[in-house]
């Protein structure tokens, strides 16, 4: 005689590897801090004087709440507010990273909009990724024009927004799913 299984019942050892495990792995990676990379200068007139610069934004309990805050703050247009503000501050790269500053998810800001960007599928494309932007990066560096310097900088950046932790490529990617994070 051959006992089987029920479809509906999982054994508790199951329960344990699939569902309470990675739910305690991940609650050790919050709370998720949401900052923005931007050009910053003190007077908006002159670009030769503006740097980069990383504005902290806050902290969330969960990936979806950090979108819905990311997006929130943007639009409100208080990006960069608090201790480390500046008076023209443009945002570019919005970030949303763990407990350990391993990446969850990026975007790149452009028309007050964040466009946020796919993860690597497999490591293998997040070789080339790394490989593509390293190219951009040293191109920056042997650029005579600092405005050039700088959107080959940004390029890479937004290529690097794909670089999410594998522990996180998962996550990512069904939140990019989900109808409000488009």
């Known amino acids: 005689m051959t006992y089987a299984r029920s479809e509906t019942f999982r054994s508790i050892g199951q329960i344990l590897t699939a569902d309470v495990l990675p739910a305690l792995y991940r609650s050790q990676k919050l709370p998720l801090r949401i900052s923005c990379l931007g050009v910053a200068s003190y007077d908006a007139s002159d ?27 943007l639009s409100r247009g208080d990006n960069c507010t608090g201790p480390n503000s500046f008076p023209y501050f443009q945002p570019r790269i919005l970030l949303i990273q763990d407990r350990d500053q391993r990446l969850v998810l990026a975007g790149e800001i452009r028309a007050g909009i964040i466009l946020w960007q796919r993860p690597a599928a497999s490591d293998a494309e997040a070789r080339s990724i790394v490989t593509e932007a390293s190219r951009l990066r040293g191109m920056a560096f042997l650029a005579s024009e600092p405005g050039d310097a700088r959107r080959l900088r940004y390029r890479a950046a937004a290529l690097e927004a794909r670089l999410v932790d594998p522990f996180w490529r998962e996550t990512a990617a069904d939140l990019l799913r989900l109808p409000q994070a488009a």
């Open 47 to 73: 670009a030769a004087n503006s740097f980069d610069r990383v504005i902290p934004l806050g902290e969330c309990p969960s990936p979806e709440e950090a979108i819905q805050a990311a997006a929130m703050r």
